[in-house]
């Protein structure tokens, strides 16, 4: 039996999805990234970077370069915390932004989950949380 290496296939896998749902996006001018940051700002509201790059599991490198045309848009805004401290916070144009484009993820994720089928959308989502789990603990 041939095993295959879980982040060939997994980084696959993110490819193929990220890529319907880029497509879905794009008429909003916002990538999957970009849509999960502003839900998880919209979720969070204020924000510092660091555990926002840790709620994301992205790398800070990744997450500040991905912020910085969001805040040039003026759908986010980052700013100074305590000590040296970035915040990043949602700006009433991005929570718009996100509103419009909320119906095409919904859209598209209900199009994932039902070509999945419900007891493999749920072994997904199962197996992902441990997928998780394992490499961060």
Same mark, same amino acid.
């Given at each position: 039996?041939?095993?295959?290496?879980?982040?060939?296939?997994?980084?696959?896998?993110?490819?193929?999805?990220?890529?319907?749902?880029?497509?879905?996006l794009?008429?909003?001018g916002l990538?999957?990234?970009?849509?999960?940051?502003?839900?998880?700002?919209?979720?969070?509201?204020?924000t510092?970077?660091?555990?926002?790059?840790?709620?994301?599991v992205?790398? =800070? +490198?990744? %997450?500040y370069?991905?912020?910085?045309?969001? @805040?040039a848009?003026?759908?986010? !805004? #980052?700013? $100074?915390?305590a000590g =040296? +401290?970035? %915040?990043?916070v949602?700006?009433?144009?991005? @929570?718009?932004?996100?509103?419009? !484009? #909320?119906? $095409?993820?919904?859209?598209?994720?209900?199009?994932f989950?039902?070509?999945?089928?419900?007891?493999?959308?749920?072994a997904?989502q199962?197996?992902?949380?441990a997928?998780?789990?394992?490499?961060q603990?």
């Open positions: 039996m041939t095993y295959a290496c879980a982040c060939t296939a997994l980084r696959k896998a993110s490819r193929a999805v990220t890529r319907r749902y880029d497509e879905a794009s008429p909003h990538t999957t990234v970009q849509f999960a940051i502003l839900r998880t700002l919209s979720r969070l509201g204020e510092p970077l660091s555990p926002l790059a840790e709620e994301m992205m790398d =800070r +490198t990744s %997450l370069r991905t912020l910085k045309p969001m @805040a848009a003026g759908w986010i !805004a #980052v700013g $100074d915390g =040296r +401290t970035k %915040l990043a949602l700006t009433p144009q991005g @929570a718009a932004l996100l509103e419009k !484009a #909320v119906p $095409d993820w919904r859209r598209t994720q209900a199009e989950e039902a070509r999945m089928g419900p007891p493999t959308w749920a997904l199962a197996g992902i949380t997928a998780l789990n394992a490499v603990s």
